[in-house]
């Protein structure tokens, strides 16, 4: 883990705290900054949706994946 400083107002720091009930202000950015990248992943996600194509059904997928069994 490295160690970064940065400037934050004070109030917008509180309002994340209590918002995501976090303990201290490090568990706040670490989850605001998950969140901000997990947001961005599904908006890729998104706009993927309809672009690719399969050639199995779900149905088959399912029982000819190993690890699925």
């Known amino acids: 883990m490295s160690r ?3 400037t934050l107002p004070n109030s917008l720091l509180d309002e994340l705290m ?3 009930e976090a303990k ?3 568990e706040a950015v670490i989850k605001a900054i998950k969140d901000e990248i997990r947001t961005k992943k599904m908006e890729k996600i ?6 690719m194509e399969f050639t199995k059904s779900a149905e088959k ?3 000819e994946d190993e690890r699925l069994r």
């Open 4 to 6: 970064t400083t940065i």
């Open 18 to 20: 209590s918002e995501i």
């Open 24 to 26: 201290s202000k490090t």
């Open 46 to 51: 998104k706009i993927m949706a309809g672009k």
């Open 61 to 63: 997928l399912r029982h």
